[in-house]
């Protein structure tokens, strides 16, 4: 993994779990729409871990939520 990128990482993850929070969904069932395990998902939104992550995942995850790919990557 390119460590030059762990922020980006990170802010993306917080970001889903802004979306998430604000839709009312748990981690499980937005895991769960997914096709992710709770854990990995949970490591992909906490600010202390550096989980990277596919752009299928990522696809999959802005389409649960039914926002943009550019709002959850955008700064």
Do not use: W
């Amino acid at each position: 993994m390119n460590f030059n990128h762990s922020e980006k990482y990170k802010k993306i993850g917080i970001k889903i779990a802004e979306c998430r929070t604000k839709q009312g969904l748990t981690q499980q069932q937005l895991a769960d729409k997914v096709g992710i395990s709770k854990s990995y998902l949970s490591k992909i939104e906490s600010p202390s871990t550096i989980k990277p992550f596919s752009l299928d995942v990522l696809f999959s995850i802005a389409e649960a939520l039914d926002v943009g790919i550019i709002e959850l990557i955008n700064e």
